[in-house]
């Protein structure tokens, strides 16, 4: 909701409100408010106190969160105001401005689908639109991964990659640190970055002199929290498959010729979100690790899409990842998934 539409509001239900702030890039434009849950969630039921932080946009619901040690409520502004108009008793103006304002705030699975085509269809249009030539910082130049392709290194054969998937997926190598490259491609084919794997034999050649390599490495320019690995071959209104690393994806696609597409890193962002959204999938596959940081990934995916668009679960055997999976394994697991309602039952 927008500044106004608030301030509305807070006229409306005799809150207080502070000024507008610009805010973080994690928490983004915003207002501070009085509470609309004290009466039923603060000590004082008078509490004017502006300890509501309430997020602004023009397109996206509000989220809040009340930082008064009493209520710590933190969710989106619909919820908290059904609560708080239902602790007044649903007042005939109130429950007149909470449907006024429920098909932009309130969400629901038509409502988040409807904004994130809006969102993808208006960034179509600007694509589209003749204009003069303007600088984006996040493409790279082809040749930045043009001096990788000179070989696939045998790694990526042993890990059952066939030479034409790895011609699809365009994977290089970088011969003077011993990387796997994967490059990353944002939706509409453009390159905007590099992200490379180390090789087991390099890993253990540097351990063993008493070096620390990181297994994974991200190349210059990349922004780890706009793109999913694999998000260039999503295709609109068909299933997606959400697994956690490059190797993980591209086997899943490999096998399953579904689109499958993975974090670049252990977050998982409202970008991300909204990129899996706006191509409408029919349902979106969760195919986690079989272990402890795989189920937790899982939970994060679930609630960052839960709501936005219909999930089912994938479980590989016990202890495997889908990048160690046969394809046998992969179409039993595709089989036997289940539907996610709610938070993911664990057996």
């Known amino acids: 909701m927008n500044e106004n539409g608030l301030l509305d509001i807070c006229d409306a239900m005799g809150l207080k409100s502070g000024p507008s702030y610009t805010g973080s890039d994690k928490w983004g434009p915003h207002i501070s408010i009085s509470c609309p849950l004290a009466l039923i969630r603060h000590n004082d039921s008078y509490d004017w106190n502006t300890s509501c932080s309430v997020s602004v946009s023009d397109d996206e619901p509000s989220l ?3 930082w008064s040690f009493n209520c710590k409520f933190k969710g989106n502004l619909y919820s908290m105001l059904k ?18 304002i429920e098909p932009l705030e309130k969400f629901t699975l038509e409502s988040s689908l409807a904004r994130g085509k809006k969102l993808f269809e208006a960034k179509l249009d600007e694509m589209r639109r003749p204009t003069t030539p303007v600088f984006d910082k996040d493409i790279l130049p082809e040749a930045r991964l043009q001096r990788f392709r000179s070989s696939i290194p045998r790694y990526a054969i042993s890990r059952g990659l066939t030479r034409e998937t790895c011609n699809t997926w365009e994977l290089g190598f970088d011969k003077e640190n011993k990387r796997l490259i994967f490059p990353v491609r944002r939706h509409d084919g453009k390159l905007v970055g590099l992200t490379g794997r180390i090789l087991p034999s390099a890993q253990d050649a540097a351990e063993a002199e008493g070096r620390s390599v990181s297994k994974y490495h991200n190349y210059a320019g990349l922004d780890k929290t706009k793109y999913l690995f694999g998000e260039h071959l999503l295709r609109q209104g068909e299933p997606v498959i959400l697994v956690e690393g490059q190797i993980d994806a591209i086997l899943t696609w490999q096998n399953l010729g579904i689109p499958a597409v993975a974090p670049l890193g252990e977050g998982f962002s409202v970008n991300h979100v909204r990129t899996i959204s ?10 986690p690790d079989s272990d402890n940081p795989g189920r937790m990934a899982a939970e994060k995916f679930e609630y960052a899409l839960h709501g936005r668009v219909p999930m089912k679960l994938m479980v590989p055997p016990e202890g495997m990842d889908p990048g160690e999976m046969t394809k046998e394994e992969m179409l039993a697991a595709l089989a036997a998934s289940v539907t996610i309602l709610g938070k993911i039952k664990w057996e």
Do not use: D, S, T
Request: proline share 10%.
């Open 64 to 66: 809040v969160r009340c």
């Open 83 to 100: 609560l708080a108009i239902e602790a007044r008793g649903n007042p005939e103006n109130l429950v007149g401005l909470l449907k006024k």
């Open 278 to 287: 706006a191509f409408e999938p029919p349902v979106v596959y969760i195919f």
